[in-house]
Every structure is written in structure tokens, then in C-alpha cells.
């Protein structure tokens, strides 16, 4: 007979024949009943016997298997495994070894089991039998392969994302990512490892940090989606969308995040923003032209009695010298009571031309300015402000502006919304202004505020209505409007989350009604109004003055001289100039925009060479009326004084200015 083939590592070739059962001097019998498999073997390769867990798990009787090839019911993937199994037993001692086989039915099913096997000796030490507990690991070998597949699949989602991936530890110092976070924040993956999140963000994003990973919640995405600011190798400021959640591993706390680069996202709305805001600067300077007739004669009466209350002073001043020339005091006393209403009547003339600048000033801003709370209604009074006189000459003006509650908003966009309303009003006003009426109304709701604007004019067909928001569409001609009128009243409108109905008929006029919600998501926090300092004895100050403007200067040494000694300079250079040689002074008052060296430029080199100083400085402007300059206002606080100004306010912000410390 022919030497039967190696068992699955198990065969040990030590004889040409297999002994029989019987020769097998007594098995351990329990093994027969056990609920696993058992089989025994001879050295060559014979199955003696099975016990019937076996018989099931093979799916054939014992006496189909019994004394055949053990080869023909459990076979190795790989014979080299045989090989190498067979070598292991040969070499000697007692121990169990395990080896992986596949079980082959008579039904031509296969399932993978794996084999516990050791060696039973003769005394003598020649191998007696071969023993084996054969257990099914079918279900366990595709759990593993799934498992194994999964692993590689993650594997390869972090060499391959397109998006930043990383898995933190409960400290939140990185304890792996892969390639696209590496090359977000241009640093090598190996360099990442360890690395703290705190050390990857923005400067001031550290505490929302804290406070979004203390609400995450177990296995939940997207639980802290944010926008973040990160910093890459670079100083470069990268927005990234992150989100995380947080997983418990053996008790170990870790956080699994995502990142997405969304910076273009940030530059384009950064960039949408910029043009929105020239938008509305072009329009509120094309507004102001439709404006300038009416504007004009707002200036023009108070200039009028400026100057002629002027006229009167220097006449009744005259009649004051001939008077006491001649002494004659009653003369003199009636001339120096009209001479002080003449003064009266150049002061009053005065602040209503200041009042028309300022309301110019903050009109024609080219920032959109910050979200203040108030009363819409304010706001639609610098609204009619600026066009009253331009409506009362094309229609009867009728206002019921109720008290609102107060609102969110940015003031200055809200005003250019309702005077675009206003002038929309006027110009479709044809006819005498005693057949027409111009409506504005404002009004409160439970959960929002209405402002109407109608008029009595030529009115639209609905075919027009519907386009009258569209950009550049207009009824006018070419000369007459840029379409972009009420395009930026609906832009306007939106940005506080709110919306206009629109109600017109040819022949019948048309009616606005804005909708703004009192809960619009502005929220901004209003600084509290300042509080008045109360007054500080002074001893007497030295005060620089730097303006372009010499009668100006003249008159704030004559305003300031009783309480100060006053150095002037007149102008930026010169200012800089003197500083070079001189900086003993309490304060300074600087005027904002000059020609050449402006106050910002002089404020920067006190800020160099004299920072205590620079502290002590504060600002008179007519207008910021360039970004930079604008901007830079933004900045100062209370430490801006608007022309024209009275010597006691002067007065005031210096000493305000002199009380701080360095």
C-alpha cells in the first residue's frame, strides 16, 4: 500500500501503515461527547476515529471518513503550510500548536475551521496518534475579513480625502492625520503628530474652543460645525469648516475631526461685501445730487443770516463807538442789545449749517457703520430731514411716525433705504402739489415693524411692478435714475431680515411697506452712554494746536489762552517739526485731514517717539471723508471733536485728555 499524504500538519510520517483502531490502547473517551469537534489520526494521516461533532460539521457519517486520508476532509489552502506544521511536531515536546484548514462537505460546501493538535507518545517516545479539537470559525474568519476590510478602507480615506482629517486625544494634541490637513496648514504629517489644536488656530478662538468640545456629545457629527480661523506654516490666516465628535475606545477618550477649506468662500464674500459697499456709496452720492437744489437751500438761509446777522454786529458796533465817543449810554446800551442778537442770530445760522453738514457727513459715509439699537422712526425722521424741503414742492407731506420698539439695524443704510423710498415718491409725483399727497407712516406689530411710503403719483402696471427691484431696470430715461435706487433699498431691507410689499396702479400711485422683524439676528450689544467725568481741578495746561486752517488756529488760542499757554503749528509738517524738538506738552488738538502730513500721520509718530503723549491727543475733524480716515475715527472713540465746536467743548476734551495717565 502507498504512503498516505500529510494531515493538515497533524500527520507525523513515522510508518508505512496506519494501526487500526483497536491498536490504539484507549483515547480519552470523553473527548467523543465534548460539543466541538474531535478526530484522532494516525502518524500517517489515517483518521482512526470522530466524534459526532465532528460527523455534523463534516456533514458525512463516521464510516464514510474513517480509515481514509484525513487530507480528503480537511485540507490546507496553501501545502507549504502542511510543511511547515509537520516540521513543528516533528521537532519534539508536547505542546498544542493551532493551524487555520478548510473543511470539505460531501456537498461541496467549505467552511474554515481551525485545529488545536498535539502529539500522544509511545513510552518509548514513538508517536502513537494524533489529536485534534476542530472548531467552525467560518463566521469569525468573515467578521475579520469585513473587519480587515473596513480598517483598510479607513486606511485609505485618510491617504486619500480631499479633506483635512485628524484623531485627537482627550488633551486635544493630535494623535493621527493624513495628507490634506498637512498640506492646509503646509506641514509635514509627521510634524503634526502631538501637536495641539490650540497651536493650529487663531489667536482668541482658544475659548469657543473649549466650550464646543465640552458640548459634544458621543458618536454624534457634526455636534460643534464651525467656521474656524487657522494659521498655517506660512502666518497665513485659513478659514476651515470643521466637525467633530467624540468616541470612547477601551475607556480611552479620543476626537475624530473633519476640516474643509473654505477660505475662497470667505475672500468672495469679503470681496461681495467691499462691492456692496461701493454700491451704496455710489448710490448715496447719486442721491445727494438728485438732493443738491434742495440742499442748497438748506444752506443758503442759514448762510443768509450768518452773514447778514454779521452785517448787523459790525453796524451796531460802529454805533457803539460813536455812542461812547458822543456819551451817550443809552445809546450805547440799545446798541449793544441788538449787537448781542445779531450774535445770536449768526450763532443760530451757524448750527443749522453744522446741523446740514453732519447729517451730510453721515449720509455720504462710505462705511456701512455698526449695528446700533433704536427707533426705526428716528431714522426715517434723517430721512425727511434730508428730502422735506425737495417734497413739500411736489406734494402735500403727511407723517404719523408712532414710537417703535427698539430695533437692530445699521442707521446709515436704513436712512439711504427710506430717502431712496422718499425720492422714489417725488419723482413719480406729475402735477400741482396741492392735487397730490406724499404718505409715511411707521407702525408696530407683536412681532415686527411697518414703515409705509405712498404717493398719489403716476403708478405701474403689475408687468413693471414685478421688475422694479431688478438692477438697472428703470421707467426713467437715462439721465434721470441708475436703476440701482430701489435695488439697494431691497438689498438694504433684506440685510435686516426683513421684506417690501409693493402695491401700484397706473393712474392711482404706489405704496412701499417695509417689513422689518424685531427679531432680525443683528443682536448687537449697545455700549452703554458714556458717563460724564466729573470735572478735575487742572492746574494751567500747555496745549498744542495743529490745524491748515490759520484763522481757525487763531481763534482756538484766543478760546484756550486764559487756562493754557498754546503753541500752534499750522500744519501737519510743521507739527512734526516742532515734536521733533518739543514734546513738553499736556495735550494736543489735531486737526484730521490736512494736506500732506494729516493727523494720523502725526498721531503715528507720537505713538514712535512720545506714547504718553500720544495717549494725550485728541482730534477736530470737519469730516473723515476718505476710508482711511473714516476708518481711523472708528477707532478713537471720544476722542473726536466735530466742527464747528464751541470753546467750552474744547475746553472739555482737552481736560478730558490731560485726566488720562499714560
Given amino acids: 500500500m502507498g504512503e498516505a499524504p500529510l494531515f493538515a500538519g497533524f500527520c507525523y510520517r513515522m510508518c508505512p501503515m496506519h494501526t487500526p483502531a483497536p491498536g490504539m490502547h484507549g483515547p480519552p473517551e470523553a473527548l467523543f461527547d465534548a460539543p466541538v469537534g474531535v478526530v484522532f489520526v494516525s502518524p500517517s494521516g489515517i483518521l482512526l476515529r470522530a466524534n459526532h461533532a465532528f460527523c455534523a460539521l463534516a456533514g458525512a457519517d463516521a464510516s464514510t471518513m474513517i480509515d481514509r486520508p484525513i487530507g480528503e476532509t480537511l485540507a490546507a489552502d496553501d501545502p507549504a503550510d502542511d510543511v511547515h506544521l509537520h516540521m513543528a511536531l516533528?521537532?519534539?515536546?508536547?505542546?498544542?500548536?493551532?493551524?487555520?484548514?478548510?473543511?470539505?462537505?460531501?456537498?461541496?460546501?467549505?467552511?474554515?475551521?481551525?485545529?488545536?493538535?498535539?502529539?500522544?507518545?509511545?513510552?518509548?517516545?514513538?508517536?502513537?496518534?494524533?489529536?485534534?479539537?476542530?472548531?467552525?470559525?467560518?463566521?469569525?474568519?468573515?467578521?475579520?475579513r469585513v473587519h480587515a476590510e473596513r480598517l483598510e478602507g479607513v486606511d485609505r480615506i485618510f491617504a486619500t480625502a480631499p479633506f483635512g482629517i485628524a484623531v485627537f486625544d482627550a488633551s486635544l494634541h493630535i494623535q493621527r492625520t493624513n495628507p490634506a490637513l498637512a498640506a492646509l496648514l503646509l506641514v509635514p504629517v509627521e510634524e503634526l503628530i502631538g501637536k495641539s489644536y490650540y497651536d493650529l488656530i487663531a489667536p482668541g478662538e482658544q475659548q469657543d474652543v473649549k466650550a464646543r468640545v465640552a458640548a459634544?456629545?458621543?458618536?454624534?457629527?457634526?455636534?460643534?460645525?464651525?467656521?474656524?480661523?487657522?494659521?498655517?506654516?506660512?502666518?497665513?490666516?485659513?478659514?476651515?469648516?470643521?466637525?467633530?465628535?467624540?468616541?470612547?475606545i477601551d475607556g480611552e477618550v479620543l476626537y475624530y475631526c473633519l476640516f474643509i477649506d473654505v477660505t475662497e468662500r470667505y475672500a468672495a464674500e469679503a470681496e461681495r461685501a467691499q462691492l456692496h459697499e461701493q454700491v451704496l456709496h455710489a448710490e448715496r452720492l447719486r442721491t445727494?445730487?438728485?438732493?443738491?437744489?434742495?440742499?442748497?437751500?438748506?444752506?443758503?438761509?442759514?448762510?443768509?443770516?450768518?452773514?447778514?446777522?454779521?452785517?448787523?454786529?459790525r453796524k451796531h458796533l460802529a454805533a457803539i463807538a460813536a455812542a461812547i465817543h458822543a456819551t451817550d449810554l443809552p445809546a450805547v446800551r440799545r446798541h449793544a442789545e441788538r449787537l448781542d442778537t445779531s450774535l445770536r442770530y449768526c450763532e443760530d445760522g451757524?448750527?443749522?449749517?453744522?446741523?446740514?453738514?453732519?447729517?451730510?457727513?453721515?449720509?455720504?459715509?462710505?462705511?456701512?457703520?455698526?449695528?446700533?439699537?433704536?427707533?426705526?422712526?428716528?431714522?426715517?425722521?434723517?430721512?425727511?430731514?434730508?428730502?422735506?424741503?425737495?417734497?413739500?414742492?411736489?406734494?402735500?407731506?403727511?407723517?404719523?411716525?408712532?414710537?417703535l420698539p427698539p430695533l437692530h439695524v445699521y442707521p446709515g443704510r436704513l436712512v439711504l433705504a427710506f430717502t431712496n423710498l422718499l425720492l422714489n415718491a417725488a419723482q413719480a409725483i406729475d402735477g400741482l402739489p396741492a392735487a397730490h399727497r406724499i404718505t409715511i407712516v411707521?407702525?408696530?406689530?407683536?412681532?415686527?415693524?411697518?414703515?409705509?411710503?405712498?404717493?398719489?403719483?403716476?403708478?405701474l402696471p403689475a408687468a413693471l411692478v414685478d421688475r422694479i427691484f431688478e438692477p438697472f431696470f428703470t421707467t426713467r430715461g437715462p439721465t434721470e435714475g441708475t436703476g440701482l435706487g430701489l435695488t439697494v433699498v431691497n438689498d438694504v431691507v433684506r440685510q435686516h431680515r426683513g421684506h417690501i410689499e409693493v402695491r401700484s396702479e397706473p393712474g392711482r400711485g404706489t405704496r412701499f411697506t417695509v417689513h422689518?422683524?424685531?427679531?432680525?439676528?443683528?443682536?448687537?450689544?449697545?455700549?452703554?452712554?458714556?458717563?460724564?467725568?466729573?470735572?478735575?481741578?487742572?492746574?494751567?495746561?500747555?496745549?498744542?494746536?495743529?490745524?491748515?486752517?490759520?484763522?481757525?488756529?487763531?481763534?482756538l488760542s484766543d478760546f484756550l489762552a486764559p487756562e493754557h499757554d498754546v503753541v500752534c503749528a499750522p500744519g501737519g509738517v510743521e507739527a512734526l517739526t516742532l515734536l521733533a524738538q518739543d514734546t513738553a506738552f499736556d495735550a494736543v488738538l489735531c486737526d484730521l485731514m490736512m494736506p500732506?502730513?494729516?493727523?494720523?500721520?502725526?498721531?503715528?509718530?507720537?505713538?514712535?517717539?512720545?506714547?504718553?503723549?500720544?495717549?494725550?491727543?485728541?482730534?477736530?475733524?470737519?469730516?473723515?471723508?476718505?476710508?482711511?480716515?473714516?476708518?481711523?475715527?472708528?477707532?478713537?472713540?471720544?476722542?473726536?471733536?466735530?466742527?464747528?465746536?464751541?470753546?467750552?467743548q474744547a475746553l472739555a476734551i482737552l481736560a478730558l485728555a490731560r485726566a488720562k495717565t499714560a
Avoid at 229 to 245: E, H, I, N, P, Q
Avoid at 288 to 313: F, K, M, R, S, T
Avoid at 523 to 543: D, K, N
Avoid at 613 to 642: I, N, Q
Fill in 90 to 144: 516533528a521537532s519534539g515536546g508536547d505542546s498544542s500548536l493551532k493551524a487555520r484548514r478548510v473543511l470539505l462537505r460531501p456537498d461541496g460546501a467549505r467552511r474554515t475551521v481551525e485545529c488545536t493538535c498535539w502529539l500522544v507518545r509511545e513510552p518509548d517516545g514513538a508517536p502513537r496518534y494524533l489529536c485534534a479539537i476542530v472548531t467552525d470559525v467560518t463566521g469569525l474568519e468573515a467578521t475579520a
Fill in 216 to 248: 459634544l456629545t458621543d458618536g454624534v457629527w457634526g455636534a460643534s460645525q464651525v467656521d474656524r480661523r487657522f494659521v498655517d506654516a506660512r502666518g497665513r490666516v485659513k478659514y476651515l469648516s470643521t466637525s467633530g465628535t467624540r468616541v470612547r
Fill in 288 to 313: 445727494l445730487g438728485q438732493l443738491a437744489a434742495g440742499i442748497a437751500h438748506e444752506v443758503n438761509n442759514p448762510a443768509a443770516i450768518a452773514v447778514g446777522a454779521v452785517e448787523l454786529a
Fill in 350 to 403: 451757524s448750527a443749522r449749517l453744522a446741523k446740514v453738514a453732519r447729517k451730510l457727513g453721515a449720509f455720504s459715509s462710505l462705511h456701512g457703520g455698526e449695528v446700533t439699537e433704536l427707533d426705526v422712526s428716528t431714522l426715517v425722521r434723517r430721512a425727511l430731514d434730508l428730502v422735506a424741503n425737495d417734497l413739500r414742492h411736489r406734494a402735500e407731506l403727511v407723517v404719523d411716525l408712532q414710537p
Fill in 442 to 459: 411707521t407702525q408696530a406689530s407683536a412681532d415686527e415693524v411697518l414703515i409705509v411710503v405712498a404717493d398719489t403719483g403716476i403708478g
Fill in 516 to 555: 422689518l422683524p424685531l427679531a432680525n439676528g443683528l443682536g448687537a450689544t449697545v455700549a452703554p452712554p458714556p458717563v460724564a467725568p466729573s470735572p478735575v481741578a487742572l492746574r494751567r495746561g500747555r496745549v498744542l494746536l495743529v490745524d491748515d486752517e490759520p484763522l481757525l488756529l487763531d481763534i
Fill in 596 to 648: 500732506g502730513v494729516d493727523g494720523i500721520a502725526v498721531h503715528a509718530y507720537l505713538l514712535e517717539h512720545a506714547p504718553a503723549l500720544a495717549g494725550r491727543t485728541v482730534f477736530s475733524t470737519g469730516g473723515a471723508f476718505t476710508a482711511r480716515a473714516a476708518a481711523y475715527v472708528d477707532t478713537l472713540g471720544e476722542r473726536v471733536l466735530l466742527k464747528p465746536f464751541t470753546a467750552e
